[in-house]
């Protein structure tokens, strides 16, 4: 989990040694995925079942820390979803590309851990952060919590994945390098992410088991999408 403060990153930034360029992507086992297209729903008939939005939250969401809250968590009869930005959580196993060298805001934990009681890989598992209960938002009360699967859709590309991290109560718009990666979205938790463009839609009383089974992810996403989109 993580506070986008500039405040935050420019300490951290004088801490740091100027990052290197991002590395490619790896295509062996346990290595971040690469940016490829999953499942055969569209992102544009997802998009189009979110046009509108009855909020579910009592309040809305900033995107960082310091910005205007304007951003509610929406819901459907199967779904709960949000339009943000996306932040780079690279929090959980330290790897190549995640650990305290690479990012200033580093935790070696999540919210949720693997079925071997270790903590999830943010660099290998494509997951979101949801926020910590609060007044604002339970996510508990709608049918999500550690392993529900989320469609995220970013420009014309959809990626599975499962909910793997909580963040502060009152921000929203997150999700782990392996996310982003597949998204095609810059995954350096420093200096990658993007401002705008992203929507999360968290299928509701979903959930994969073990929840680092991403193949069991896509497979039960695709499937959730398809009704979901077929649905009223």
């Not at 209960?133 to 990626?159: C, K, L, M, T």
Request: charged share 20%.
């Amino acid at each position: 989990m993580r506070v986008q403060s500039l405040t935050l990153v420019a300490a951290g930034a004088a801490l740091l040694a100027p990052a290197p360029a991002a590395l490619p992507a790896l295509a062996s086992p346990g290595r971040p995925v690469a940016a490829v297209r999953e499942g055969n729903v569209r992102a544009a008939d997802l998009l189009a079942k979110v046009r509108g939005c009855a909020p579910v939250s009592k309040r809305r969401y900033r995107s960082d820390d310091g910005t205007r809250a304007d951003i509610p968590v929406c819901g459907t009869r199967d779904a709960v979803f949000w339009k943000a930005d996306m932040d780079i959580d690279c929090d959980g196993r330290p790897g190549l590309r995640c650990n305290s060298r690479t990012d200033p805001l580093f935790s070696d934990t999540t919210a949720y851990q693997q079925s071997d009681g270790r903590e999830l890989s943010a660099e290998t598992l494509p997951y979101i952060v949801v926020p910590a209960p609060s007044g604002i938002w339970n996510h508990r009360d709608h049918g999500v919590r550690g392993g529900s699967v989320a469609a995220v859709i970013y420009q014309d590309r959809v990626q599975y994945a499962v909910v793997g991290d909580t963040g502060p109560h009152d921000i929203i718009g997150e999700a782990s390098y392996a996310t982003a990666q597949a998204l095609g979205i810059r995954p350096d938790p420093w200096r990658g992410g993007t401002d705008s463009g992203v929507t999360y839609i968290v299928f509701k009383n979903s959930r994969v088991s073990p929840i680092e089974n991403h193949a069991a992810a896509v497979t039960a996403g695709e499937r959730l999408a398809r009704q979901f989109v077929r649905g009223g």
